[in-house]
């Protein structure tokens, strides 16, 4: 007699419920509560969640990495599929270079089992991050400058299962349009993703250079400086990511405000090389730093070798979280059309103005122009401009939430969108990669 599979799932009120449901980036986590949470750990039992779902008239809301700074898979009243545990084994298939993933498996897992087998797949810049959602975001992987965003080019396909509770295959040929629609819908995306196929290259090694400027009395020079500097950077195999935050940000003792009020300017170069003498090319446009600036320069951190646990510690110490950190977020990708002199003044209360002591902005220059008949991703742009805000005490919640939607609002005169991973519908109107609907699984 065949055994018939139960999905294991906890509802509210449960024991073990509560920590599950709040198993998010933020500390933030809105007062919504799904009926039930489950984490399947096959595809089989996925189709079983869908079903389940669709027996009691519930939405589905889906949680990977749970990076989203929205809570965005949390559905109230409905169902959170969390794919944690979710196929779980990594396969690499020689012949093709191809890996299958699960949404589930963070940045660092795949990274690392790519890298013991000396190959490399373009994953964000947090280890934490988890590849589901990154890729349905689109993907500001590493070295993204050349090639673009990575679901752009580095997915082969994927495996779906649909709003009926089928397993559906998307690639390029089959099921083209929910393949279509993936890089780029984020929280739209209208199946449950439960398998990833992924291209590879060879690894090579990484390297990363920092320049630390005092930006408090010359920020808008710098910046421009800075932009002009970047189009002699080559385009491929570099990452340039530039960072404002209060020089106090890591004060132990430090209050919700820097006491410094002195804005430091990161620029920081990654380059994915064969060799230091490559590399060395790569970063020579910042070997001169205009006299202008050199009393203002606070560190300058030469080339050097780096390991990916040095980046993602690097990237951490700008997005810390598990101690109570509170996050907001807003974006703006640049319009092609806008020149510097509009973008720097557009862009400088984004970056300089920063509402509190723990917030830090980024400027990465993109480059980017997609075509809408390949991927829902479609927006030019030339560069990503996002503030990253995040205080501890919930007193500060609506002066954070006011000041970014002040700042964003303004910001957008610039952009011809939004990253879709930074939209909140409930915040801020704004284009993202496809006009963003709310289709959920259920209806
Ligand atoms: C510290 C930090 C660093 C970041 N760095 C980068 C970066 O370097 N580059 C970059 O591009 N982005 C970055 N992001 C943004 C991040 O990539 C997006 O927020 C992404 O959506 C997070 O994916 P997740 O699976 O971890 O989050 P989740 O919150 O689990 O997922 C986000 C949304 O994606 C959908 N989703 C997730 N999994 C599935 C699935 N299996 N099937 C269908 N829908 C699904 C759900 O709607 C969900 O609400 C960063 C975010 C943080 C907090």
Known sequence: MATRLQLDTLARGTK?????????????????????ITSPKTTAEVVMAVKRAREHGWKIGIRSGGHSFFCNALKEGGLLVDTRNLNK??????????????????VEAVTMYLQSIGRFFPAGHSRTVAIGGFLLAGGQGCFQRGW???????????????????????????????????????????????????????????FDTTIIVDSTDIFKPLLRWVIETSRKVPKYGVDLFYCTFFADKDDPNGGHESASKRVFFAINETIFADSMEEATVLGSPWSVIPDEFKSCVVTTVPLVGRTWEELWDLQESFQPHGNGERWNVDSILVDPKISDDDLIDAVTPALYDLPSRLSSGTFCPIDYY????????????????STMCCWKDPKHDSTVDEWLLHTYTEADKVSCGIYVADLNVEHRKAKASFDVINVYISE
Not at 177 to 185: H, I, M, N, Q
Request: hydrophobic share 35%.
């Open 16 to 36: 073990g419920y509560e920590e599950l449901r709040r198993r998010f980036f933020n500390e933030r986590v809105p007062d919504i509560y799904p009926a039930e």
């Open 89 to 106: 084994t990594i396969t690499f298939d020689d012949a093709t270079k191809i890996a299958v993933v699960s949404p589930g498996h963070t």
């Open 148 to 206: 673009g965003y990575t679901a752009d080019s580095w997915v082969e396909q994927l495996e779906v299962v649909t709003s009926d509770g089928e397993v559906v295959i998307a690639n390029k040929k089959q099921n083209a349009d929910l393949f279509w629609a993936a890089p780029g819908s984020g929280p739209g995306y209208f199946g449950i993703v439960t398998r990833i196929w992924i291209k590879t290259i060879p690894q090579r090694q990484l």
């Open 370 to 385: 997609p075509n809408e008949t390949d991927q829902s991703l479609s927006l030019p742009q030339k560069a990503y401009v």
